[in-house]
């Protein structure tokens, strides 16, 4: 259940969002015609960070598993496909509308800030016991059952304090569009709402193309749409996204082992990322989506408490199934592997299906939130002391936008000409950038804030002997070192490796 938020934690994703503006990370879609509510464009900063998150999960997946392979499939798909998937019918959020104020509201989440609420005020037990009970009105579909939830436990209208609800309806969150130019009946084109179908739907192409034996992989990055009703939290909530997915298909009967692996080897990943194990907790679902066996989320303590980061789901063999069921096309595997039990192979079978699946914006939200620092630090000594505010970033630095930045102490006496030097010899290997305006303080502030590792300094002494400072961004401290070290000190730094061996 997530935790309400105090003003100093909405304080504090206020400044998130400003920075990520500020420091081009993240902008409103639109931004020019006042936005479009719940979709956000990257910018120059943050589709460098957002891309080396995605690289890195994708090689953790891929290149660490022998046995995962990817794919890239499109965003439409036969409308059949949703059918077959359970999302036409049953892909929905429970809706009410307060008849004073207007406006609209997911039911399940009025009742979990209730929840919340409760728990608060130091009774978790009847928080618990509010969710468990929406959990089992939902799962019912007990619509009229969940507007008396509503009324008993007197909910309110958050903006204006009113109790005259709607009748709770359900809506389906996919997009669509009309897909025939020619056939104006021809049923819509939904815009995936996940990536998950065109890896199931791609099962046997890759099995068979790609020569695996279960149990295996497929991945897959890329963008799902969901018509969000509450669209809030900044990039947590957007109605187009970034999945990154990973279907593992298994032999029947094994599923809970693989389940429990991939649990495990999930939460390894944000914490070898940098995020602290203290502000990471598993919770299981309360009502299952209607594809899941079993279910938990991987949750991160955001500044509005704690919130889904990557869900990890038993999917069983219901997508294969059921595709196999209206393609009227098998979706087997056969298992040559002898079952000890019968002394015989496994035989033909449709695999089950153990799913992660994290947002790749929920992540860089994260990452983001876990760098932000704000400190004192005290300059100087005596009567000469002053202390000032700093803000940086602190990014893992495999995952910073900038690796490092070079300066030229002065715009003369060859330093710039040095300083172009080291940019070429190193930009095959790093994203760079020289600075050379204003005073090194600014420069060194400006990398900070957007979360550079290093900055190189280019002076007098560089000139003579081939050295430069190295200035690192957590620790403001500076070393002095040659020139050639640079690639294998910066690059050991910012290796993939220093995540992946935590793994
Ligand atoms: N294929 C399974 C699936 O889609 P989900 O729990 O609905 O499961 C998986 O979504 C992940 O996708 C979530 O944990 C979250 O990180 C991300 N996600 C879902 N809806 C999102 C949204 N509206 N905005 C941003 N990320 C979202």
């Known amino acids: 259940m997530s935790k309400p938020t105090t003003p100093a934690e909405s304080a504090q994703l206020k400044d998130i969002v400003a920075h990520a503006k500020e420091y081009g990370f993240v902008f409103q879609s639109s931004e020019i015609y006042d936005g479009l509510a719940a979709v956000y464009d990257y910018g120059p900063n943050g589709v460098e960070l ?9 090689e953790a997946m891929t290149q660490l598993h022998g046995n995962v392979v990817g794919i890239d499939a499109a965003i439409f798909m036969d409308p059949r496909t949703w059918e077959a998937s359970g999302h036409v019918a049953g892909f929905n959020d429970p809706l009410i509308d307060n008849l004073d104020s207007k406006k ?6 009025l009742i979990e800030e209730k929840a919340a609420e409760y728990e608060k005020a130091g009774d978790p037990a009847r928080g618990a016991a509010l969710t468990a009970e929406m959990g089992r009105l939902l799962t019912a579909n007990d619509l009229a059952g969940v507007k008396q939830l509503i009324i008993d436990e007197k909910i309110v209208d958050p903006l204006s304090g009113s109790s005259k609800w709607t009748d709770v309806r359900q809506f389906n969150l996919m997009f669509s569009t009309q897909g025939s130019a020619v056939d104006s009946e021809a049923a819509p084109v939904y815009l995936r709402p996940e990536t998950a179908q065109g890896i199931f739907v791609n099962f046997l192409n890759v099995q068979k193309s790609a020569r695996m034996k279960i149990p295996f992989g497929i991945a897959q990055i890329g963008k799902a749409f969901r ?6 939290q900044f990039i947590f909530r957007m109605r187009e996204f970034e999945q990154m997915e990973m279907q593992f298909f298994v032999r029947p009967g094994t599923e809970g082992e693989w389940y429990d692996t991939w649990k495990a080897a999930r939460r390894r990943f944000h914490e070898a990322l940098g995020l602290p194990a203290a502000k990471l907790r598993f919770h299981d679902h309360d009502k299952l989506a209607h594809y899941a066996k079993a279910a938990v989320d991987i949750e991160y303590e955001f500044p509005f408490g704690f919130k889904e980061m990557e869900g990890i789901h038993s999917r069983g063999d219901f997508d294969l199934t059921q595709h196999q069921n209206l393609s009227r096309k098998k979706q087997q595997y056969f298992d040559n592997d002898i079952d000890e039990t019968t002394g ?8 089950y299906v153990v799913e992660t699946s994290v947002g790749a914006d929920r992540l860089f939200l994260a990452t983001l939130c876990e760098a932000f620092q704000e400190e004192t630090i005290t300059e100087g000594e005596g009567e000469a002391q002053t202390t000032k505010q700093r803000t940086f970033l602190k990014l893992h630095p495999a995952v910073a936008p900038i690796k490092a930045a070079i300066f030229p102490l002065v715009r003369k006496d060859g330093m710039p000409e040095k300083a172009q030097q080291i940019f070429d010899d190193l930009r095959f290997d790093f994203r760079l950038v020289i600075e050379d305006k204003d005073a090194i303080g600014k420069r060194y502030t400006r990398q900070d804030l957007i979360g550079t590792p290093f900055c190189i300094v280019v002076d007098g002494q560089t000139l003579e002997d081939d050295t430069v400072t190295v200035r690192h961004r957590d620790t403001r401290e500076q070393t002095r070192m040659p020139i050639s070290a640079l690639r294998a000190y910066i690059g ?3 290796s993939f490796k ?3 061996a935590k793994l």
């Open 50 to 58: 957002k891309n080396n998150l995605k690289r890195l999960w994708w």
């Open 344 to 351: 015989k192979p496994y035989g033909n079978y449709v695999p």
């Open 104 to 109: 609209r509201y997911r039911a399940d989440v």
């Open 492 to 494: 050991e730094a910012v």
């Open 227 to 232: 018509n969000e009703i509450v669209a809030r």
């Open 498 to 500: 220093t995540v992946f």
